[in-house]
């Protein structure tokens, strides 16, 4: 009875370990893993060393063996948490001590051995009528120095080792200090009682929900050349600060969100009564920003083979088979998703009057198919970074349309035809002649399709008359004046088109005309 006693005492404290997590777009499920010695009939376990804040009412345990989970009780450890991580912190530093004890003594020894050939060398020098001939002491001098370029270099490695060791050190010491100050947080603990029908070995799943954590979808668009297919890369970055570090752990990321309401929308009805004018008062709203340093983990070429992309009633769920360690630490670690190779129709748009460059786009049909998230997205084109863009998928229509940047390839013109653009003026009217010419140079080594644009004026006055006179075949949109030209050029091809316009208006009006 005694040793029953000593066995069960033993066991009610227990330490589990995470096996996997799946994070939400806000919060996140954690799974852990245990392996218990129970004893036949009723006992209590406890599992130190859990999140701080996870939710009691998400806690769920399971196991195959045959056993009954009487009761799951929550708690919280405001003492063992930081003594056990503390003993761990001191722990690392023991051993750190230990190298740096070893390293000491072997730069010890090494130095011994620099200081007695140094010694030797003076010793000899300085004997008179020493019988020591030239041959031997040029023998005994060059094996010195052989030893000397081997043991130098070897003092100045086990140096660096030492000082890298009192830095990890350093740095332990502060997290000491930091736990120390902070013992005050709390950690989690459950109480499972458990009763066995037969004493064994039994394995359980311990899974919880923690606030603190959440997602973002963000990607990469790179675009080799317009001849190509785009890459979209899909990232995602993982945020968490639950109080626990997540160490060598499968991963898996859900676009589904717990925190949103799950209760279906009822209408009340909608009453009409006369209401008094509403005064509203302005107010300020602050907010600040948190600049954050940012952990990637390295993008590991075919990291897609690894991701199993599932779709769910009303989700889509990510589960990445390899380990990472994310720590709580509230610092951003970006995992790689997925590439896809994605077809897109390239076209540049220009509007010259504004802006002399050609700006080169991407429609993307079916985008439905890509099952994008809302999300910042990196562009890069030819290998260059061109900016940012957003993907709302809230506001995406039959296609959807990113803007890759200025290409430097395409050269236009917008000249003023002088000979062409006069005023006259009458006896009760003036005229002005307006004529520009546009010459569009395609200096790549493809055939490019490109959008133009220019504009006329519209008049909102019968006494203003605006007749067109040349535009080269360009579409007028009539309500804003708006000329499109649809253009395709050649490889190293070179075109020319003109707009031609004139206004009439009494001779007292001023018209802003440029």
Not at 259 to 269: G, H
């Amino acid at each position: 009875m005694s040793l029953l006693s000593t066995m069960a005492d033993a066991q009610s404290v227990v330490s589990s370990e995470i096996k996997e997590v799946t994070v939400f777009l806000q919060g996140a499920q954690v799974s852990r893993q245990v392996e218990l010695k129970l004893l036949a009939g009723s006992q209590d376990i406890n599992l130190t060393g859990l999140a701080a804040y996870l939710d009691p009412n998400s806690v769920r345990v399971f196991t195959s063996g045959d056993c009954v989970i009487q009761a799951v009780r929550h708690e919280l450890d405001y003492i063992q948490s930081a003594e056990a991580k503390s003993a761990e912190l001191k722990k690392k530093k023991e051993a750190l001590q230990d190298d740096a004890a070893k390293i000491n003594q072997q730069i010890a020894i090494l130095k011994f051995e620099k200081t007695s050939l140094e010694k030797n060398q003076v010793q000899v020098i300085g004997v008179p009528n020493s019988n020591l001939k030239l041959e031997d002491f040029k023998v005994l001098v060059a094996y010195q120095k052989l030893r000397l370029e081997d043991l130098l270099p070897k003092i100045y490695e086990l140096d660096k080792k030492n000082q890298l060791i009192q830095i990890e050190i350093e740095k332990i010491n502060q997290q000491i200090q930091e736990v120390d100050q902070n013992k005050t947080l709390p950690s989690s603990q459950l109480v499972l009682s458990i009763n066995a029908k037969i004493a064994g070995t039994q394995k359980f799943i311990v899974q919880y929900y923690v606030p603190n954590a959440s997602w973002t979808m963000h990607y990469d668009m790179l675009v080799k050349d317009i001849s190509n297919p785009m890459e979209l890369v899909y990232k995602s970055t993982v945020v968490q600060n639950t109080g626990e570090d997540w160490k060598k752990v499968k991963i898996n990321l859900s676009s589904s969100n717990p925190f949103e309401s799950t209760m279906r929308p009822e209408l009340n009805t909608w009453y009409l009564r006369n209401q008094p004018p509403i005064v509203y008062r302005d107010h300020v709203r602050a907010g600040n920003a948190k600049a954050q340093m940012m952990e990637s983990a390295a993008p590991a070429a075919g990291v897609q083979d690894f991701v199993q992309e599932t779709e769910q009633i009303t989700s889509r769920l990510y589960s990445i088979e390899l380990p990472y360690t994310i720590l709580s630490n509230s610092k951003p670690f970006v995992i790689e998703i997925k590439r896809q190779q994605v077809p897109a129709k390239y076209v540049y748009f220009a509007i010259p009057k504004l802006d002399r460059d050609a700006f080169l786009t991407a429609e993307i049909d079916n985008w439905e198919d890509l099952n994008l998230l809302d999300g910042e997205a990196n562009l890069f084109f030819e290998g260059n970074f061109q900016g940012k863009s957003f993907i709302n998928t809230k506001s995406i229509q039959d296609f959807l349309r990113l803007s890759l940047g200025r290409d430097k390839n395409i050269v236009i013109e917008r000249n003023k035809i002088k000979d062409l653009s006069k005023n006259k003026f009458f006896s009760d009217k003036k005229e002005y002649a307006k004529a520009w010419e546009f010459i569009i140079k395609n200096k790549k080594k493809v055939s490019i399709d490109l959008i133009l644009e220019d504009q006329l004026p519209v008049t909102t006055q019968k006494e203003i008359v605006v007749e067109r006179e040349e535009l080269s075949g360009a579409g007028v949109e009539e309500e804003t004046g708006k000329l499109r030209w649809v253009l395709k050029l050649t490889p190293d091809e070179q075109k020319k088109i003109k707009m031609r316009y004139t206004v009439t208006s009494p001779k007292d009006y001023v018209l802003n005309l440029e």
